[in-house]
């Protein structure tokens, strides 16, 4: 059995920072992409940045590139994403998603819709507030 759960979220100010940690069990992330997504009231989830399974290509949304990066640590089966420059429009519930299915040729492609993952987590609220 696959899971995912999701920490690090909290409340803070405009311009700062925090980092979100997924802790995995059930599959190895080292064989998996990844990816971050969001949801705030009464909005659809939205991507906002992915790793591919080799760990080397990443991705983002438009609204957080240069502020937040992605990455993955195969040894402890985690995934992070560090939040810089937090802005209140980043307020949301976020989630992390794992992609169960591969292929020789997939193991650098970056993923960005919801429907590309197969696991999520539970979430962790990020408010941005003063």
């Known amino acids: 059995q696959v899971q995912l759960v999701e920490s690090g979220g909290g409340l803070v100010q405009p311009g700062g920072s925090l980092k979100l940690s997924c802790a995995g069990s059930?599959?190895?992330?080292?064989?998996?992409?990844l990816g971050w997504f969001r949801q705030a009231p009464g909005r659809e989830r939205e991507f906002v940045a992915a790793?591919?399974?080799?760990?080397?290509?990443?991705r983002y949304a438009d609204s957080v590139k240069g502020r937040f990066t992605i990455s993955k640590d195969n040894a402890e089966n985690a995934a992070y994403v560090e939040m810089n420059s937090l802005k209140p429009e980043d307020t949301a519930v976020y989630y992390c998603?794992?992609?169960?299915?591969?292929?020789?040729?997939?193991?650098?492609?970056?993923?960005?819709?919801?429907?590309?993952?197969?696991?999520w987590g539970q979430g962790t609220q990020v408010t941005v507030s003063s």
């Open positions: 059930g599959r190895t992330f080292s064989t998996s992409a």
């Open positions: 790793i591919s399974r080799n760990g080397i290509n990443t």
């Open positions: 998603a794992l992609r169960d299915r591969r292929s020789v040729l997939s193991a650098a492609y970056t993923y960005t819709g919801v429907s590309d993952y197969d696991y």
